[in-house]
């Protein structure tokens, strides 16, 4: 019989899916593309990487953009962190490498925002080093395949996949090796109902003798995410027939940060905009300016993995004055708002509201 990667590397080559960055050898161009769909499925993200690349096409036009145009480009796949480390990193590789993307294994991994499995995805496909690839579809197809009982949320367990995969990847071929093995993953051997039927390593497969398919991999049972209230403020007001209103950027560390939206009140339990008038946060801000109250909107939910938002915007506008607590905030006319780089939540309320 064929060795594993023999049978593997033919199947790839009959059912691989047609992807650009599979094209090319530029770290770059590889990098982009693993950052972009480590959290996002390929036909979600496509066009925001080619947008991405077309925007920035190598590490100088990025290290050179601004930090609010790069998150800007990001804007809609979430998880603002990676489009921050991007930044990040181009600056490093412009300083520390003279511009030129590192091609080991160790200096790559030292970037902002690389972990293991980055760092081998690159030294594997720009520059055919070999490491194996272990992202969720190589452990569901090997455990599976293996009947392998590890959770892979510890070190020592991923470890002992590395040293299996490290028997069974072509030395000759790592790049096809790694693409292929996760591609059997997404494609063949998929998280619900694989067709066992028609898979190349039934014969073997301990899942399917074992009739655990559908167990395998273990997975931690998840927790249920706590609910928390956004309460946010959206001030309006009018200057010379132009409609004004403030925007706050995040500067705490959480997954928002550096992006706009408006000022903001987090609670453990629904506020009434009557409720949410008598709070400390929204009497120092509006410190005893006359204001009225336009509107407040529907909830919106935002899921993260571990939490949960119900946010809800309540618009207000000043009679004649502004508060002078307003001068930290930016001042906006609200036809430009879109031009900010802003969640996925206020894009999402932007829209709706027609800005
Ligand atoms: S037989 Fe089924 S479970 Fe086993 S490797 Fe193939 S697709 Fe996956």
């Known amino acids: 019989m064929k060795s594993f990667s023999a049978r593997l590397e033919k199947w790839y080559l009959e059912h691989q899916r047609d992807l650009p960055w599979r094209k090319t050898r530029d770290p770059y161009l ?22 991405f690349v077309e925007a920035f096409p190598n590490v ?9 145009a790069v998150l800007k480009q990001w804007q809609g796949l979430g998880y603002y962190s990676r489009a921050r480390n991007i930044y990040k990193a181009a600056q490093i590789i412009i300083e520390k490498h003279q511009g030129v993307f590192p091609d080991t294994l160790e200096d790559i991994r030292k970037l902002p925002g690389i972990g293991e499995y980055t760092a081998a995805a690159i030294a594997s496909f720009a ?8 992202d969720g579809n190589v452990i569901r197809f090997i455990s599976r395949l293996y009947g392998l009982e590890s959770l892979f949320t510890t070190d020592a367990a991923k470890k002992e996949l590395y040293v299996l995969l490290n028997t069974l990847i072509d030395p000759q071929k790592p790049d096809i090796f790694n693409n292929a093995i996760m591609e059997f993953g997404a494609l063949q051997c998929k998280p619900a109902s694989p067709d066992c039927k028609k898979c190349v390593f039934q014969a073997e497969c301990v899942a399917l003798k074992q009739k655990r398919v559908d167990e395998l991999p273990l997975k931690l049972k998840k927790k249920s995410n706590p609910i928390v209230f956004l309460n946010y403020l959206m001030f309006i007001s009018e ?3 132009e409609q004004l209103t403030w925007l706050r950027k995040r500067s705490d560390m959480g997954i928002w940060q550096n992006l706009y939206d408006f000022p903001c009140l987090e609670s453990d339990q629904k506020l009434s905009f009557k409720q949410f008038e008598q709070q400390e946060f929204f009497k120092d801000i509006v410190s005893k300016t006359p204001y009225h109250h336009i509107k407040t909107s529907a909830k919106h939910i935002h899921k ?7 946010a809800y915007f309540h618009a207000v506008e000043f009679d004649n004055e502004v508060p002078k607590t307003l001068a930290h905030l930016h001042k906006t006319s609200t036809d430009k708002l879109h031009d900010f780089p802003v969640s996925r939540l206020m894009e999402i309320f932007l829209e709706e509201n027609g800005f």
């Not at 100088?60 to 609010?68: F, H, I, N, T, Y």
């Not at 520059?127 to 272990?134: A, E, G, K, R």
């Not at 993260?304 to 119900?310: A, Q, R, S």
């Open 30 to 51: 590889i990098w982009i593309s693993e950052i972009i769909f480590q959290q996002t499925r390929i036909n979600q993200g496509f066009e925001y990487y080619q947008r």
């Open 60 to 68: 100088a036009s990025l290290a050179g953009a601004d930090e609010a």
């Open 127 to 134: 520059f055919m080093q070999v490491f194996p690839v272990v």
């Open 239 to 241: 200057e010379n027939k």
């Open 304 to 310: 993260l993995t571990h939490k949960t938002f119900y």
